[in-house]
């Protein structure tokens, strides 16, 4: 309270904008524009802002490096991903490793429309349907995972992958990764209801 108390009122603006951000989307991702102000009062004030939350019992983590500050709220606020959701994760965590050694558009990993769902079928022989694909994409665009830069139906259309994703998959290899996804796709296999076919 004492370091609350010494803040001034436009650094408790400041705050009081980050932390909705936290709570609202999850992350603060230094590369994406309106994320930069809060990223940078979050990381200059980390400690304060790590003991406000445990007061609540929530927590928060940073990675300065790939640039990301991530809220770790109870159960009751994490995400529930379909099967589907899970098998996109999983493969666009894959890429983001995949993609750690090429720099491309201002710097961040990317990817295009087409690579995600190529790598899905490399990895398990099946398709999504276009319109669920596109539906998973801004999810995860919500989420701020992704960021689709153009058409999403294009197929060429670039897909940014946020550093958020090694975050909502924390500590998983990409052997790993591509394991779950093969793991989870085969046991989908027996399931008529969940094949999918292209639109």
Do not use: C
Not at 93 to 108: C, D, M, S, V, Y
């Amino acid at each position: 309270m004492d370091e609350l108390s010494r803040l001034t009122d436009p650094e408790r603006d400041r705050l009081r904008i980050a932390l909705n951000t936290l709570f609202t989307e999850s992350f603060l991702v230094r590369s994406i524009e309106h994320h930069s102000a809060s990223y940078r009062f979050v990381v200059s004030n980390f400690e304060l802002v790590e003991k406000y939350l445990a007061v609540a019992g929530w927590g928060v983590r940073r990675d300065e490096i790939l640039g990301v500050v991530a809220f770790q709220g109870p159960p009751s606020a994490r995400f529930t991903l379909s099967k589907d959701e899970t098998l996109l994760l999983l493969i666009l965590r894959l890429l983001f490793e995949e993609k750690a050694g090429e720099i491309a558009l201002h710097g961040e990993r990317t990817v295009r429309q087409q690579d995600i769902r190529e790598k899905f079928r490399v990895l398990t022989e099946g398709t999504w349907k276009k319109t669920r694909y596109l539906e998973m994409l801004r999810r995860f665009q919500v989420l701020r995972l992704i960021r689709v830069v153009g058409v999403e139906s294009d197929p060429e259309t670039t897909i940014i992958l946020y550093p958020s994703i090694p975050f909502a998959l924390d500590g998983m290899a990409v052997e790993e990764a591509a394991a779950r996804i093969k793991e989870t796709a085969g046991a989908e296999a027996g399931d008529p209801a969940e094949q999918e076919e292209e639109d």
